[in-house]
């Protein structure tokens, strides 16, 4: 798709192209109230700053529910409805486009120019939405198969339910964090040895820290309790995405997880980047995932089957030595369920969605050698050591390491990006 | 321990004593907005127009506060801490006192008594707290032994992890409801046969749906994320307990929840009682728990052992007809872990806990036959029928029935009690 040439310089390179136009909450040292902003290329324009400004004033559309824009969070504005956001994300391209009609928005107006566009570096980003609930799916069919595979050997990787249902479970959305926060390695219960019988763990600190690739996707608006969200109507229900770092202690899952489901060794920290990337801007990336031959239930059949995203995916892993490594490189696309099926499978039991409840993917593996999005498949278990620049070897994370999640669709020039979500690893407190 | 005597009319009955003083969210034809309110016999005290109209004016430690008396829910009042909370139902005590220094306050000022001392029949109540994250403990051992009988028998019946860890899943927020909430019928994906090859689902409506009997735990004031909760001061972090039925859809259940555990099972609806019961209103009723001879960790070692509560508890089922039937009769005694274990537990990881969490203590179950706390275990997996007054059996509930769980702790006069947490059960729609 062409956009047209903005009278901002964009390097190429960025993730914040003029087709993009991702929103997120700022602060910055003279606004330390968060509030909303969106990123193009190498800035900011704070969305509070524009709007008490007039800057929506060519829309009465927009201008009427602007004080959504001087809000802590996106709820406000994720809220009004996925039309309503295409028709900012619209006003907007068109206030950054050369010889626009807009120009005496901003391009003209230096002196809100001055105030509102702000250098990204300068400003600080919080978590875009307050959460309501959290739920992770599972839904990449390679790393069930790849894990399963591990656990019970490939002929039973999979469970009966697995390609019948969008398989979740509820997570902590306490604990989500935007990117850049430090995570403490956690402490748990652990197993020194899983096979010794009897099975008497002890307390200590992960050892078998490990990362989870995943796409986030916020819901814009809901359901009432006892409703449901028809599957061929559920991309209205989308705001937009975000890259997750599903942090997981392997170790202390392993003990806990049986019979209730995966709980501390998930629950210290799940990193989101901080910029949602609005459903409108990853339209033209629709695509389709990987195959389900199994007959789905009616509630869960699409009309139209291209519901995943094409976004390709990069994890970078820094040691403490400052030397970085890209460890994974896959994409999005790797879903056996797409956002609608997670919508209409969550509420077709009659639970509420909220605007800002966070889903996400499950972590995304592709099929060949260093495309699998957590460390226990690139280990293959425990067999296998990855080898990183610099000499250094990996299992699993240690103290001081930093992850690094970069994603984007398109090209050069008109990239629709996320950004980075980043996380690193501090050592463990003292807990006894 | 005795009580001084209230100038108000208070039926002995009453779960509402002047020993109890539990807070809740109201609204009422004139006020429409929901806001605080104490509940005292067959009257609720607005605190909202009691603090309005000076009636903390006696203690500048409350009156400094009122602005929490506004709210449209308990959270900020919640999130002073427990010494505050003491303070303010000591305070309330001695208002409703006969011949108290605060008469002035409330008995003799008749107009204020007019406006804020309101029937309880005509106060709507709402959920008390706006609830960050819900996590459903495990830690009924009876509950557990009694379900993993019918699944693996008793040999096997407790998970190997099940008296080193207070075992949790993450619930949904979300479809916490108030009592007097109707549900409707989940619809879900079911396994017809559970034990025919191959697996395959219909999706219907639920046939085995279940009730849990549970005591919810509000969190008054959590830790930083990266911190953990000592058990030994744990107890300063607990606001207040409610009732609470955690409906279950056993069919959805049983093909749902490997590996992830309950999903759609349970987040169509976890009905809680409107009045939240101050943790300092029961500490006389601190009792010791089931036994845990398991060595445990360090972090879940407390020194006082008296950390869950003697309360009485009734569950009751009315069917369609009118007809009741008192169905199970236990006490929250029964669990393997306390209160303090759950938040310590919880923390321990790192995992931030806010002010409104909600914890669940599981489902409580008794040795004896009529004490057990879901349909599953009473009617012993199928096996029997549960016999109903007016002649009516149940194995599971049906349309039109309805369940009222009531709970008390102390004597006649002076009891200190819950209320009621009552759903009915609506028919399914139609979702094809």
Redesign the interface.
């Known amino acids: 798709m062409a956009f047209p040439k903005s009278w901002l310089p964009i390097p190429p390179k960025s993730p914040f192209s003029i087709a993009n136009i991702p929103f997120g909450i700022i602060s910055t040292a003279a606004n330390k109230t968060p509030h909303p902003a969106v990123a193009i290329g190498d800035n900011v324009l704070d969305l509070r700053i524009f709007a008490e400004n007039k800057g929506f004033s060519a829309s009465t559309v927009i201008e009427k529910e602007k004080d959504v824009f001087s809000k802590l969070t996106l709820n406000a504005f994720a809220a009004l409805g996925r039309p309503f956001h295409r028709e900012v994300r619209k006003y907007l391209q068109e206030v950054f486009t050369e010889n626009s009609p807009y120009a005496s928005l901003l391009e003209k107006n230096e002196s809100l120019r001055q105030q509102a566009l702000i250098q990204l570096k300068d400003a600080d980003t919080h978590l875009p939405l307050e959460i ?2 959290y739920t992770d799916f ?1 839904a990449g069919r390679n790393h069930a198969f790849n894990v399963g595979t591990l656990f019970r050997g490939p002929e039973n990787a999979l ?3 697995y390609e ?2 969008p ?9 989500v ?1 935007v990117s850049g ?1 430090a ?2 390695r ?4 652990i197993l020194p040895d899983p096979k010794a019988e ?2 008497v ?3 200590a600190p992960c050892r078998r820290l490990d990362i989870e690739l995943e796409l986030g996707m916020f819901v814009s608006r ?1 359901n009432e ?2 409703d ?1 969200i028809d599957v061929n109507k559920a991309h209205e229900h989308i705001f937009g995405y975000v890259l997750m770092n599903d942090w997981s ?1 392997r170790d ?1 899952q392993t ?11 998930k ?3 799940t990193t989101i980047s901080p910029w949602v990337v609005l459903a409108d801007a990853l339209e033209p990336f629709s695509s389709t995932g990987l195959q389900n031959t199994t007959q789905l ?3 869960l059949q699409e009309n139209k089957k291209n519901n995943v995203i094409d976004i390709d995916l990069e994890v970078d892993l820094k040691t403490a030595s400052g030397i970085s490594t890209t460890i994974i490189r896959t994409n999005a696309r790797k879903l056996l369920w797409s956002w609608p099926q997670m919508l209409a ?2 509420s ?7 605007t800002g ?1 966070l889903f996400g993917s499950g972590t995304i593996s592709g099929e060949e050698s260093g495309t699998q999005g957590s460390l226990l498949e690139q280990i293959q278990g425990g067999k296998v050591t990855l080898k990183l620049n610099g000499g250094e070897e990996r299992k699993f994370l240690e103290d001081g390491d930093t992850i690094t999640i970069r994603g984007w669709s398109g090209e050069e020039g008109a990239l629709v990006g996320f950004g980075e979500a980043v996380g690193t690893i ?1 050592p463990a ?1 003292s ?2």
């Open positions: 309501g609930d599972f469970q009966p339910n019948h249902i398989v979740a479970y509820h997570g902590r959305a306490s604990s964090v926060t995570l403490k956690p402490w748990g219960q009897p099975k763990p002890i307390f809901g309790l006892g449901s202690a202390i003990w806990e997880y049986v019979p209730l489901g995966p709980f501390n060794a629950n210290f920290g239930q009616s509630y499978h969550h077709v039991s009659g639970c509420p969605l909220r409840d501090l407190v807990r006894k």
